[in-house]
């Protein structure tokens, strides 16, 4: 029985693809929405069907909810998958499609529309005992009341959007002197990336692992966890490298944090795939938030477990039950993953966009590459940087270092500036390779400045 005949795909490069690969393997027709920069791009080639949605900018096209919806009507997609970014959160964007009878591949529109609130999120999570750090209970309307609770839970303190993501809006204040313009320059930059103002101040962590867990709940209360992801390697709150396992799990502490993650999945009525991120230092975690959505690292995972995180969204996203208990769920081996941007790390970081004159993507065992890109493509300025994700596995950690710089070695991009030697520095550092990682690992290893 297919799960769909035919899905529409709310997105663009490289997850676009990875999420047609799950229709072709289920035998299911897919849709491509294209802007008008990307009528070349390999995600529209690879699709069954594909329609112009618009002009280069997201407004006007992968953000055009309206125009989403209708194309998916009259192609006959049953079924829109959102991918990451772009309308993966957008609760609105879910509650529309339901509205006019159109599966959302990802969880209930009220459950995103929760968990899309730090703050209620937070509250909603400390309330099931869940552990979350210190901080204000409610957004910030006051700067004295702000002072009174900094001052309670003791400086560093982070500034937070309270609908932010992508690292963007966030402030770290060492002293009191420093609160009141963290909080109101937040707060400016809150209202103009997200439409909501609300900042909320948190203990801020100097040295901590980021550390996330992959659950899955179907729509008839059961749900799993697919262990753990460490994602500690950061720059500027942005991911660039991940791993799964952690290097730093025990048994015991899995225990705990996956027993959190679920109560997490549980307190939200959560369906779907869905990923609860934490923050871990000396012995303890805290909730940070839960990302409503498959995620970019999602493939490491999968690499781990074996199991296909997207062909599973769609199987519940089709009403059915998880093939699996939690008993039959287990680790093999050890993943990684590296994200290539299109910038170059000797100038800042900055993106560089621009055509690919040569391109041999690497391969061999243990080799997992998803990329939207191709020799002579043109990387246009308008989108995310991120233009292939290079993922390796073995059986042991130290293997899986070895594989991925071997991987490295094999990658070859011409014609724009990447972050390929970013990593080839980050698989070669003693720190790393001894998995003493936390989030300020790159500045302190001197791999960046900033
Ligand atoms: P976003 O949703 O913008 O990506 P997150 O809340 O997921 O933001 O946090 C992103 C990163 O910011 C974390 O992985 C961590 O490195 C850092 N961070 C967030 N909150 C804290 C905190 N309280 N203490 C230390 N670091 C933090």
Redesign the pocket.
């Known amino acids: 029985m297919k799960f769909f005949e035919k899905i529409l795909i709310a997105n663009r490069g490289e997850i676009a693809i990875r999420v047609m690969r799950a229709c072709r393997e289920l035998d299911i027709d897919t849709v491509a929405i294209y802007s008008e920069v990307d009528k070349n791009a390999l995600h529209v080639k690879y699709a069954d069907e594909a329609f112009a949605v618009g002009e280069a900018h997201p407004s006007k096209s992968y953000l055009n909810m309206e125009r989403i919806v209708d194309i998916a009507k009259k192609s006959g997609a049953e079924a829109i998958h959102p991918g990451y970014g772009f309308l993966a959160e957008n609760y609105r964007f879910a509650k529309l499609c339901a509205d006019e009878g159109v599966t959302f591949i990802g969880p209930k529109s009220k459950t995103i529309q929760a968990m899309g609130s730090?703050i209620g999120s937070k509250q909603m999570m400390k309330k099931a005992g869940v552990p979350v750090?210190p901080?204000t209970d409610d957004g910030i309307r006051d700067i004295d009341t702000a002072k009174k609770v900094a001052a309670e839970i003791g400086y560093?303190?982070?500034v937070?959007?309270s609908a932010?993501?992508?690292?963007?809006?966030?402030q770290?204040v060492n002293d009191e002197a420093a609160l009141e313009e963290a909080i109101t320059g937040s707060m400016r930059i809150a209202r103009s990336a997200f439409g909501d103002p609300t900042v909320f101040i948190?203990?801020?962590?100097?040295k901590?692992r980021?550390i996330e867990f992959q659950v899955l709940a179907d729509e008839h209360g059961h749900a799993v966890h697919l262990f753990d992801r460490e994602?500690?390697i950061?720059r500027r709150?942005?991911?660039l490298v991940e791993e799964a396992p952690s290097a730093i799990m025990t048994d015991e502490l899995r225990a705990r944090m996956s027993s959190a993650a679920l109560k997490v999945a549980e307190v939200s009525d959560y369906t779907n795939a869905g990923s609860v991120?934490f923050?871990y230092?000396n012995g303890n975690f805290?909730f940070?938030?839960m990302?409503t959505r498959l995620q970019v690292e999602h493939t490491i995972t999968e690499f781990i477990t074996g199991i296909d995180l997207v062909k599973q969204q769609i199987a519940i996203a089709a009403g059915e039950s998880l093939p699996f208990d939690q008993q039959d769920i287990s680790i093999r081996g050890h993943a990684i993953e590296c994200r290539i941007n299109a910038e170059d790390p000797l100038n800042n970081f900055a993106a560089d966009p621009g055509k690919i004159q040569r391109y041999r993507s690497p391969g061999g065992p243990g080799i997992r590459v998803d990329s939207g890109i191709h020799m002579g493509y043109m990387i246009p300025p308008n989108y995310d940087s991120m233009i292939a994700k290079l993922c390796a596995w073995d059986s042991t950690r130290p293997e899986v270092i070895m594989r991925m710089r071997r991987a490295i070695s094999e990658y070859i991009i011409l014609g724009i500036k990447t972050t390929l030697p970013l990593h080839y520095a980050i698989m070669n550092n003693p720190q790393f390779i001894e998995g003493n990682t936390h989030?300020?690992f790159l500045q302190e290893e001197h791999i960046v400045k900033t």
């Open positions: 730090k750090l901080g560093p303190v982070i937070k959007a932010g993501g992508g690292g963007i809006g966030m770290i948190e203990k801020y962590l100097v901590p980021h994602c500690s950061q709150h942005q991911k991120e923050l230092s805290y940070m938030e990302n989030t300020h």
